[in-house]
């Protein structure tokens, strides 16, 4: 067996209002998860994917597996009957603000181990996608992160990394004594433009220079690390990616955005795919900023992720549109 991309890390069930919880608003169940979301996203597009993680006994764990193997996706999975799947709940607070709250200590997606990584890799992944979440979980998901970047980077997988930093799951200075060292392993970096400084230790972004400046000084001092592609999500403002050889900008596409939740986790989907079909940089980051737009401008965490024949629907149509 082989796939195309192989990733691993917690899903959670996602518990969405459309207003503030405290007034009793109704909730609408949803899978929840970096790492899955990308996996939707990449199946969505045309490629094999394997999501491996661990879930609970519980109908939430059962709804996580039925809604991810819904997409084609080849579940690795293994069941924690002692832990319960951990849940989230999604305030939609205001039309602007977003809030949420966590209820994953100690869940079963957090002891994910060595052993489920070496599981995983039977399915002879091309490309191996990680992110700093899984890493913060726990010590055991941890080192299982870190294993998986190590061995993947060693079989000469092409790793994904994206930094993904969460304030609720650790400091800054923890991401960053962890993440460090962890991208040099990456053979595509993604972070968010303030994300950077927790994978590149010169501390650019601190020390007063300007913001473009630093995030060059962030990306040249990471590709000398061995990092091929540093690839970096400025929301709105689209995205950017370095490389030895060059500098790539592309301007976000303008949508109406009505949910946020997840775009950065499209664009990364579209980003790998687009790497997978032979694209170049150019081709990566448009179809990233595409991915990224469906996103934004529909509702839920990977509900409105794109097939590969709607991507065109972005990349054509004139605002406010009707396909007939």
Same mark, same amino acid.
């Given at each position: ?9 917690e ?8 207003g ?9 169940? &949803?899978?929840?998860?970096?790492e899955? /979301?990308?996996?939707?996203? @990449?199946a $969505? ?12 006994? =519980? ?9 991810l ?26 039309? =602007?603000?977003? #809030? ?15 052993? %489920?990584?070496d ?8 490309v191996? &996608? ?12 941890? $080192?299982?992160v ?13 790793v994904?990394?994206?930094? /993904? ?7 800054? =200075? ?14 595509v970096? @993604?972070?968010?433009d %303030? ?9 650019a ?8 400046a ?5 990306a040249?001092?990471?590709? +000398? #690390? ?5 690839? @970096? ?25 009505? =949910?946020?939740?997840?775009?950065? +986790? ?17 081709? $990566? ?13 529909t509702?839920?965490?990977c509900?409105?992720l794109?097939s ?10 004139? +605002?406010?549109?009707t396909?007939?």
């Amino acid at each position: 067996m082989t796939v195309d991309l192989l990733t691993l890390g917690e899903s959670m069930v996602s518990l969405r209002s459309a207003g503030p919880l405290s007034a009793g608003c109704s909730l609408g169940m &949803h899978v929840a998860g970096a790492e899955s /979301n990308v996996a939707v996203g @990449v199946a $969505r597009l045309g490629r094999s994917v394997a999501w491996a993680g661990v879930v609970g006994a =519980d109908p939430h764990g059962e709804f996580i597996l039925r809604q991810l193997r819904s997409e084609g996706i080849a579940v690795q999975h293994r069941v924690d009957a002692a832990r319960a799947t951990g849940v989230m709940f999604l305030e939609r607070r205001t039309a =602007d603000i977003s #809030r949420a709250y966590y209820y994953r200590a100690g869940s079963a997606g957090s002891t994910i181990s060595r052993e %489920d990584v070496d599981r995983a890799f039977a399915a002879g992944p091309r490309v191996l &996608h990680l992110t700093g979440i899984t890493a913060a979980l726990s010590p055991d998901a941890r $080192r299982a992160v870190e294993y998986a970047a190590a061995r993947g980077a060693a079989e000469g997988l092409v790793v994904s990394l994206d930094v /993904n930093y969460r304030s609720k799951l650790w400091s800054r =200075d923890e991401a960053r004594a962890v993440l460090t060292p962890l991208a040099r392993h990456a053979s595509v970096l @993604v972070a968010s433009d %303030d994300e950077l400084g927790l994978v590149a230790g010169s501390g650019a972004a601190g020390s007063g220079a300007a913001p473009e400046a630093a995030e060059l000084a962030m990306a040249a001092e990471l590709l +000398d #690390r061995g990092v091929r592609e540093v690839v @970096v999500k400025r929301g709105a403002a689209g995205a950017g990616v370095h490389t030895a050889v060059g500098r790539w900008e592309a301007p976000a596409v303008p949508v109406t955005s009505i =949910d946020t939740v997840g775009a950065g +986790d499209a664009f990364t989907a579209g980003y790998l795919s687009a790497l997978l079909d032979g694209g170049d940089v150019a081709a $990566r980051l448009k179809r990233g900023t595409l991915a990224g737009a469906f996103a934004v401008s529909t509702a839920g965490d990977c509900e409105g992720l794109p097939s590969a024949a709607e991507l065109a629907l972005l990349d054509t149509a004139p +605002d406010g549109s009707t396909q007939r």
